[in-house]
């Protein structure tokens, strides 16, 4: 398990310093550009999903310790190709709306979006069929060179050539990354004698189904507040500003990549541990100690930033960007609030997708709310993050209410 949670924060420090390195190296106006795209394309993956990615976040793993593993992968083929073709058909709208003039889109935003869109569901995808197998091994690999790939690609092409050059890189590598994935499956799907017998579809547990589209509509309204706040911020006081707050807000995106790591593991062995009936005593998947560790680290993470303002080097970035004291402490405080990922997976396992859907449709028209009012008023990267933290904090207070009442 330390082997595993070494190599994942690894993979996931390259993103973090293929970021960072981005903010230093690029115009603020430039980087601010990358990060709005990068959000709205992010979102894309999401939406076209329309149900189908989130399924398989529960699906999977249930059929997986049923023995179902051949048709997990036919399944997984079948979602590929019809995400596939939505985008195609999305891409196309695109072009016309841009030719057109419908929209004030370029052909380059449409192809950027369409394209790195579709990597981000096809990688989601992937990314629940290597969980429910529980190879850590296998996983590591995938996102660790999935996340060499992105840092020796999107890095140099931001520099050279811009945001597009940026979000071009992402894509070049992540379609490698979904190469490498698609590579390893067909080892990992295998029939062996260790396979459990495949149970009949009678008595596998029909509710499989059951809450996905509950859950694909949550995860919209929490993408509102974290990928869509960036282009949010952009056109309401600047690309320049928006990359001020995109910089801020690494403080908590370094905390879901931790998070990331603790439910890549964890997740699929809460869902199987509740399908088949049996209790998981293991403290590593509690979710108190899980919040205590991530509000020490998030209180390290503050500290570190606030001490790197004054670093000879790093201290230019901060200036670059105009970011203040109360701008990271904010920052620190949502980072904390990542550990909603880990409670929504514990009832997930329970059927209760709703719960989280109304937690996060709270936490949705909160950022809806508070973002608009800052926006009429112009108001500083502060009241935006403070915004966005009030969002969390409302998701976070009625998951844990929910956690509690159903454990």
Same mark, same amino acid.
């Given at each position: 398990?330390t082997?595993?949670?070494?190599?994942?924060?690894?993979?996931?420090?390259?993103?973090f310093?293929?970021l960072?390195?981005l903010?230093?190296?690029m115009?603020?106006?430039d980087?601010?550009?990358y990060?709005?795209?990068?959000?709205?394309?992010t979102?894309?993956?999401?939406?076209?999903s329309a149900g189908?990615?989130e399924?398989t976040?529960?699906?999977?793993?249930r059929?997986?310790?049923t023995?179902?593993?051949r048709?997990?992968l036919?399944?997984?083929v079948?979602?590929?190709r019809?995400l596939?073709l939505?985008?195609?058909?999305?891409g196309?709208?695109?072009?016309v709306?841009s030719f057109?003039g419908l929209a004030?889109?370029?052909?380059?935003?449409?192809?950027?979006?369409a394209?790195?869109?579709?990597?981000?569901?096809w990688?989601?995808?992937?990314a629940?069929l290597?969980?429910a197998?529980?190879s850590?091994?296998?996983l590591q690999?995938?996102?660790w060179?999935?996340?060499?790939?992105?840092?020796?690609?999107?890095?140099?092409?931001g520099?050279?050539?811009?945001?597009?050059g940026?979000?071009g890189?992402?894509?070049?590598?992540?379609?490698f990354?979904?190469g490498?994935?698609i590579w390893?499956?067909p080892?990992?799907y295998?029939d062996?004698?260790?396979?459990p017998?495949?149970?009949?579809?009678d008595?596998?547990?029909?509710?499989?189904?059951k809450?996905?589209h509950q859950l694909?509509?949550a995860?919209?309204a !929490?993408?509102?507040?974290?990928?869509?706040?960036? #282009?949010?911020v952009? %056109? /309401? @006081?600047?690309?320049?500003? $928006?990359? =001020?707050?995109?910089?801020?807000?690494l403080?908590?995106?370094?905390?879901q990549?931790?998070v990331?790591v603790?439910?890549?593991?964890?997740?699929?062995?809460?869902?199987?541990?509740?399908?088949?009936?049996?209790?998981d005593?293991?403290?590593v998947?509690?979710?108190?100690?899980?919040?205590a560790?991530?509000?020490a680290?998030?209180?390290?993470?503050t500290?570190?930033?606030?001490?790197?303002k004054?670093?000879?080097?790093?201290d230019h970035?901060?200036?670059k960007?105009?970011?203040?004291n109360?701008a990271?402490?904010?920052?620190?405080?949502i980072?904390?609030g990542q550990i909603y990922s880990v409670?929504?997976f514990?009832l997930?396992?329970r059927?209760r997708?709703?719960?989280?859907l109304i937690?996060?449709?709270?936490?949705?028209? !909160?950022f809806?709310?508070?973002?608009a009012?800052? #926006?009429?008023t112009? %108001? /500083? @990267?502060?009241?935006?993050? $403070?915004? =966005?933290?009030?969002?969390?904090w409302?998701?976070?207070?009625?998951?844990r209410?929910a956690?509690?009442?159903?454990?």
């Open positions: 398990m082997r595993f949670v070494f190599w994942m924060l690894l993979a996931s420090a390259m993103g310093i293929k960072l390195a903010a230093y190296a115009p603020a106006h980087y601010g550009q990060l709005a795209h990068f959000g709205i394309a979102l894309s993956g999401s939406l076209m189908l990615v399924k976040i529960k699906a999977y793993p059929q997986w310790v023995g179902r593993r048709a997990m036919t399944d997984a079948r979602i590929g019809m596939a939505r985008f195609l058909i999305a196309a709208a695109g072009m709306a057109s004030a889109i370029t052909p380059h935003e449409v192809i950027w979006t394209g790195l869109g579709l990597c981000t569901a990688l989601a995808l992937l629940s290597y969980r197998v529980g850590q091994t296998a690999n995938f996102s060179w999935r996340s060499a790939a992105t840092l020796a690609m999107a890095l140099p092409a520099w050279l050539l811009g945001w597009q940026a979000i890189g992402d894509i070049v590598a992540n379609l990354g979904i490498i994935a390893q499956l080892g990992l295998k062996d004698l260790t396979a017998a495949a149970l009949p579809e008595s596998s547990g029909t509710h499989v189904d809450g996905h694909y509509l995860n919209l !929490v993408s509102a507040v974290t990928m869509v706040d960036k #282009a949010w952009s %056109a /309401a @006081i600047g690309a320049a500003l $928006a990359g =001020a707050y995109g910089v801020v807000m403080i908590p995106q370094i905390a990549l931790l990331n603790v439910v890549q593991h964890i997740g699929p062995l809460v869902i199987k541990f509740a399908h088949l009936k049996q209790r005593t293991g403290k998947s509690a979710v108190g100690l899980q919040a560790l991530l509000a680290f998030s209180l390290l993470l500290v570190g930033a606030l001490v790197a004054h670093l000879p080097y790093l970035l901060f200036a960007f105009a970011i203040s109360l990271l402490v904010l920052a620190g405080l980072a904390a409670i929504e514990h997930i396992a059927d997708e709703r719960d989280v937690a996060s449709a709270v936490s949705g028209a !909160v809806l709310g508070l973002f009012a800052a #926006a009429a112009h %108001a /500083a @990267i502060e009241w935006f993050i $403070a915004a =966005a933290g009030a969002a969390r409302s998701q976070v207070w009625l998951l209410r956690y509690l009442y159903r454990a």
